[in-house]
């Protein structure tokens, strides 16, 4: 089956513990993003990839690392997590990131910084 | 501000009555996407239209562009219960790669 798979789907962590979501898709496709949610603010875009080791940022890429090692694979990292990055994230792929492409999304993470 | 803003934040409709929805936009754009979402879960994509087109059907949903008005509308005809769910547009302006998400309209169809 087509998918995007997100883990983990809910995290509790605390300030300034490192941690990564990760995000696989098996659909070949080059295009991966990623995005947060928040209430009132809809979706924004973090980051995105256009391909392997192609990497750019989003409208809010900031105390956010992300990495394509491999197509399959685009892990967001945080660093150093504080409390204003709770929120809903999800990955999302589409096959080359063409603008009349659909997004494929994950089923979400929701983080919590304590 | 939100490039793509829904109208109204929230609908509350009988099941079988029919749910519109809008979408208004600032900029030149390619397309606009509708997506939906339930709730906490990932977005999916409903339908795409793309500039040079005014209305689209896809089963029970009939999308509108006016982009003289810079609005688009999303049109659920004889709702269903499972049609609960948030929907938003999505629109990728031109000479940008992302898509960029209004905050959405959250459809609650009493059964």
């Known amino acids: 089956e087509a998918q995007v798979t997100q883990n983990p789907r809910y995290l509790i962590t605390v300030t300034g513990k490192k941690l990564t979501v990760t995000c696989s898709q098996n659909?070949?496709?080059?295009?991966m993003s990623w995005y947060r949610q928040d209430p009132g603010l809809g979706l924004r875009q973090i980051y995105y990839?256009?391909?392997?080791?192609?990497?750019d940022k989003g409208d809010v890429p900031e105390g956010y690392k992300v990495s394509r090692k491999e197509k399959r694979n685009f892990p967001l990292i945080l660093e150093s997590p504080s409390p204003n990055q709770t929120s809903l994230y999800f990955c999302?792929?589409?096959?080359?990131?063409?603008?009349?492409?659909?997004?494929?999304f994950g089923s979400g993470t929701q983080l919590s910084v304590l | 501000s939100q490039q793509g803003e829904e109208d109204p934040q929230a609908l509350s409709i009988q099941e079988g009555e029919n749910a519109t929805m809008n979408c208004s936009y600032k900029?030149?754009?390619?397309?606009l996407q509708w997506y939906r979402q339930n709730s906490g879960r990932g977005l999916v994509h409903l339908i795409l239209?793309?500039?040079?087109?005014r209305e689209k059907h896809s089963g029970r949903l009939r999308v509108t562009l006016d982009t003289s008005k810079k609005s688009s509308s999303l049109l659920i005809t004889a709702s269903r219960a499972a049609d609960t769910a948030s929907y938003f547009c999505?629109?990728?302006?031109?000479?940008?790669?992302?898509?960029?998400f209004g905050s959405g309209t959250r459809l609650q169809v009493q059964p």
């Open positions: 659909m070949n496709h080059e295009y």
């Open positions: 999302a792929s589409s096959p080359q990131g063409a603008t009349n492409e659909k997004l494929f």
């Open positions: 239209i793309r500039s040079n087109e």
């Open positions: 990839s256009m391909n392997v080791e192609v990497t």
């Open positions: 999505a629109t990728k302006m031109t000479g940008r790669r992302a898509l960029t």
């Open positions: 900029t030149s754009i390619n397309n």
